[in-house]
């Protein structure tokens, strides 16, 4: 178990947790929609491929996590996508969190429900195919907003690795000064 006070970085297992005096936000408005576009979205229902406005491939927001989610049945075969806002191709994300970013390629051997996530904050894109999704569950999510501590199904704690280096990071700026406990 990690101990850390507000002003300093815990690290575990090459995972690091930054309770910071500032945090990652995003520089655009919020998005009225997220679509998953790509070349799997014919296979997915939608008419065709790379259709930032078809609504079979929406993510939801789930306001508890504050992320955009979403899992389809997806194919066998390779594919690639990007996170297309607000019906169009003027702000999408891709590899590495970029605007405008690479395509992300996904593989798969089976038929395999992948669950797609976006985070506006980060603007990181990502399924859990292709990441780990690990979460900092601690004493202090409550004061994120979570419904309770030691919430591994809670979000608002999500250990983020936007470039792919094996360094996955939280920050925030919603913890008072204490001293709390957490766990990947």
Not at 47 to 58: E, K, L, N, R, S
Not at 84 to 101: F, T
Not at 134 to 154: H, I, K, N, R, T
Request: net charge negative; glycine share 10%; with cysteine.
């Amino acid at each position: 178990m990690a101990h850390f006070r507000h002003d300093l970085v815990a690290t575990a297992v090459a995972v690091c947790l930054a309770v910071a005096g500032f945090a990652a936000a995003a520089d655009t408005p919020d998005p009225t929609s997220v679509t998953i576009a790509g070349s799997l979205q014919d296979e997915l229902g939608c008419p065709g491929d790379w259709q930032p406005d078809c609504a079979v491939t929406y993510l939801g927001f789930d306001a508890d996590d504050y992320v955009w989610q979403g899992v389809f049945n997806v194919p066998a075969g390779s594919w690639e996508d990007k996170a297309a806002l607000n019906n169009s191709w003027d702000e999408n994300y891709g590899a590495g969190a970029q605007l405008n970013g690479p395509n992300i390629p996904l593989t798969l051997g089976a038929d395999t429900d992948v669950k797609f996530y976006y985070d506006h904050e980060t603007h990181w894109v990502t399924d859990n195919v292709n990441s780990v999704i690990a979460v900092a569950p601690g004493s202090f999510q409550s004061e994120l907003g979570c419904a309770g501590d030691w919430d591994p199904g809670c979000l608002r704690s999500w250990l983020q690795d936007p470039d792919g280096d094996g360094v996955f990071t939280f920050v925030t700026s919603a913890l008072p000064a204490g001293t709390y406990e957490a766990k990947v």
